[in-house]
């Protein structure tokens, strides 16, 4: 016990901070999805030598789709941290309706974004909570069988012994655990529910299988019709749909357009696309057999 409340320094001085909150609400709200601009954005981590991101450039229109693909270490995680402010280009600018992100508020963040990480939290919380989560005010005005039959979460809910009250997880009693797909889709679900114009999705579906991995972003397509997704996977039989894919490597965009533009290029989408084909045969995965197993 001693050895461990030594921790609680750390913790002390952490809650001693003051919250940084005070920037203004510039957001303008049109009841539309902004126009987010990259222009011309160079990056590193503060401290750090490593240029991230090295002149890189798109738009996400109003209601549109984009993919962000790339090796592990590209930058994709960079763009997503740099669209949400969290931090401020060296050179360029990232902007949301031409204002430059770090100076959006809390507010105006958690007013357009609705965000999936890759490592995405598993709240220790009832089934229905953890859908309502982000916005718990509103949450009499979601159906909750419209989302949960949406992402084919009805299976899961139907074991559950006290259905959508009960707790999930195994911290508290009577927590009942439920599967890392099952968690991902959950995290899907309470992205839905909440009230965005930009969804982000930064591959926080790895623990399903290619083929369930596709078809769930393929559902997410069809009912955020109006809004705009930036959606990032290793995967690219589920980017396959986005109106923009774009490639990034080591910091640089290399190739951008459809699916099928990107086809015809022959490059490195083409040639990523071709090695992955095998996993989205319609065979059982227990056939796939050791190509599935590679993944
Ligand atoms: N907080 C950080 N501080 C310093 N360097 C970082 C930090 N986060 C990421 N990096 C570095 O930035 C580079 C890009 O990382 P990023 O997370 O954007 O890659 P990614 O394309 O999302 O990769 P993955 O496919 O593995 O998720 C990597 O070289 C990484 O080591
Ligand atoms: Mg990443």
Not at 199 to 217: G, K, N, Q, R, V
């Amino acid at each position: 016990m001693k050895q461990n409340s030594e921790y609680f320094k750390d913790v002390n001085i952490f809650m001693s901070y003051k919250e940084h909150n005070n920037k203004e609400n510039l957001f303008v709200d049109e009841g539309k999805s902004p126009i987010i601009k990259f222009e011309n954005v160079y990056f590193s981590y503060p401290d750090t030598k490593l240029e991230v991101l090295k002149g890189v450039t798109f738009e996400i229109r109003e209601a549109n789709q984009l993919a962000l693909v790339g090796y592990n270490g590209s930058g994709k995680s960079t763009i997503v941290k740099l669209i949400l402010g969290l931090y401020k280009p060296d050179s360029g600018s990232v902007t949301i309706n031409n204002i430059p992100a770090h100076l959006l508020s809390k507010d105006d963040i958690k007013n357009i974004f609705s965000v999936v990480f890759q490592d995405f939290a598993k709240y220790q919380i009832s089934f229905e909570n953890n859908i309502y989560l982000n916005n718990m005010d509103n949450s009499d005005k979601y159906d909750l069988n419209k989302i949960v039959d949406s992402l084919d979460l009805q299976y899961t809910l139907n074991k559950l012994p006290k259905k959508e009250k009960t707790i999930l997880g195994k911290e508290f009693e009577n927590g009942i655990d439920i599967s890392l797909g099952e968690w991902q889709k959950l995290a899907f679900a309470r992205s839905l529910a909440s009230q965005s114009y930009v969804y982000i999705l930064d591959e926080p579906t790895a623990a399903l299988d290619p083929l369930a991995e596709s078809e769930l972003y393929e559902k997410f397509k069809m009912l955020m019709k109006n809004k705009s997704t930036l959606l990032i996977s290793h995967r690219l039989g589920s980017t396959k749909m986005a109106d923009t894919i774009i490639v990034l490597n080591d910091g640089k965009i290399i190739e951008s357009g459809t699916h099928n533009e990107l086809i015809d290029k022959n490059g490195l989408y083409c040639e990523m696309f071709e090695a992955q084909k095998k996993w989205y045969s319609k065979l059982p995965a227990n056939d796939r057999g050791v190509e599935y197993e590679s993944i």
